[in-house]
């Protein structure tokens, strides 16, 4: 069962291109969308709320076809932006007032709930309120509704470390029926090692890979040896690599066959999804 | 409509940052300061009023905001059609009240020029006709130039129309009018109305496919 379908999308903007990026989100996980700046991690999830319009391509959530065309698909979406979308001359009361009206599953209790868990004054002006506090206000927002699917962008950025954690426990609560989603983008990949169960990694408009974070972590792997392992066939084997004086030190996307080759005569450790997002990001070019 | 109704909620407590301001042009504007030209509030404050009332959703954060909400693109173009006519009303009814005021504190007989009224009514409609399909099309940039453009326009336009209302020429078409009032006052109102559907198409086209 997916939440999000995304088939064949492209979109040229600006001097930047999505260019055929297929991938699925499936319902009762969380899914963290990895990718350095510029990737394109918020043009995807702008067209998925119908920011942006496609250039080819589709998008289903919940079955319902998303993007420009309908708004319906909307009601049962938490969306939580990376910049304040609410009106700054606002109080936190008056924009929860007009938000509301549009949701049917609204819940006041439960609103009222986050905003003391998150000490949040309701009648301060959004524009005196904190990065951090307009974080907390979004997300109150997006959960209050009851939605089946929260789609985040860049949530945790700018955070302090006290409440990313308390938002990523919140992410793994919202999950605990496994009939809810979570689509959240970030190039902070420390976020997703606690929480995440799939990755789609972004890179330069294109898809880099859309597993499960096991299947990601297992499949890759940090080689490290002498220059001498290096020819044109074994430079092949890697996603990134980086030369010294002294030797190397790269990523493969197949462990086990570069094993097979290198033997014992390389140091071989997991990577981290830093070190994966890193190392593709480089490129098979070699540098120091 | 229960989506439009929390939409326009929205306008009318954005415009209400400006309450003040509102207050002092509405009398600066009004004939307790304008003795000679009473009717230069008619022309100015309406389009001061639609100007403000637009503007409050012209920043890109607010707009993302609004298309991220469960309603259709073209249904929150509606809405905002509907918020600068509910303003317009009440900046007409504000302007005549004021005149009123100002008729009882200088000892003037009260008067009631329905003529005007409904006129400034129309061409307000044809103003914020031929202004939102711009909110709709441009960015924030294009759209700033624009408010300069429109508030000078509105400056000029009432210059214009004194000047009009006097001359020979528009006199025949006056008394051309004032032959047949019922009829004439129809034909405006129906252009008004096709002019404004005309600029609602135009505008749900601009911003239906706008990315944010």
Aim: net charge neutral; charged share 20%; aromatic share 12%.
């Amino acid at each position: 069962m997916t939440a999000i379908d995304v088939q064949g999308l492209s979109k040229r903007m600006n001097g930047f291109a999505l260019q055929q990026v297929s991938f699925s989100v499936p319902k009762g996980y969380i899914t963290g969308l990895i990718g350095p700046n510029g990737a394109g991690k918020s043009t995807l999830i702008k067209i998925m709320m119908g920011m942006v319009t496609p250039d080819q391509g589709s998008i289903t959530i919940h079955g319902q076809s998303a993007g420009i065309a309908g708004a319906a698909y909307k009601a049962n979406i938490g969306y939580v932006s990376d910049e304040n979308i609410y009106y700054d001359t606002l109080t936190l009361g008056e924009m929860k007032e007009i938000f509301k009206s549009f949701y049917p599953r609204w819940d006041e209790g439960q609103f009222k709930e986050y905003l003391d868990r998150f000490e949040l004054p309701v009648k301060k002006k959004i524009k005196d309120c904190s990065k951090g506090m307009k974080t907390k206000f979004a997300l109150a927002l997006a959960l209050s509704h009851h939605p089946d699917l929260l789609i985040m962008d860049e949530p945790t950025a700018g955070l302090d470390p006290i409440f990313r954690r308390e938002l990523l426990e919140l992410l793994a609560e919202f999950i605990q029926d496994e009939k809810r989603t979570v689509l959240f983008s970030t190039h902070l990949t420390t976020d997703l090692d606690k929480v995440a169960d799939y990755i789609t990694f972004i890179h330069r408009g294109k898809l880099a890979f859309s597993q499960t974070k096991e299947e990601i972590l297992e499949r890759h792997l940090i080689v490290k040896g002498s220059k001498e392992l290096l020819d044109s066939d074994t430079r092949k084997e890697f996603v990134g690599l980086r030369e010294t004086d002294f030797g190397f030190e790269g990523l493969t996307a197949d462990g086990s066959r570069l094993q097979s080759i290198f033997g014992s005569s390389a140091l071989y450790h997991q990577p981290t999804l830093e070190d994966i997002m890193y190392y593709t990001a480089k490129g098979g070019k070699a540098y120091a | 409509m229960h989506s439009i109704g929390g939409l326009m909620k929205k306008d009318f407590l954005l415009i209400r940052r400006f309450i003040w301001l509102l207050a002092i042009y509405a009398v600066v504007f009004s004939g307790i300061m304008q003795k000679e030209n009473h009717t230069l509030i008619y022309s100015l404050f309406p389009g001061l009023l639609l100007i403000l009332g637009i503007s409050s959703d012209s920043q890109r954060s607010a707009q993302q905001f609004l298309v991220s909400l469960p309603v259709p693109r073209n249904r929150l173009v509606l809405s905002k059609y509907l918020s600068s006519l509910i303003l317009v009303v009440a900046a007409v009814l504000i302007a005549t009240g004021m005149n009123f005021a100002s008729d009882l504190l200088y000892g003037h007989p009260v008067h009631l020029d329905l003529m005007l009224i409904v006129g400034t009514f129309l061409s307000m409609v044809v103003f914020m006709s031929i202004y939102l399909p711009f909110f709709y099309w441009l960015g924030l940039k294009g759209f700033q130039v624009v408010n300069v453009v429109m508030m000078i326009a509105i400056m000029v336009a009432n210059g214009v129309m004194t000047s009009l209302l006097t001359a020979s020429d528009f006199r025949f078409l006056q008394d051309r009018f004032l032959e047949q009032p019922g009829l004439s006052w129809i034909f405006l109102i129906l252009l008004t109305l096709l002019v404004s559907v005309i600029s609602y198409l135009i505008s749900c086209r601009a911003f239906r496919t706008r990315d944010l």
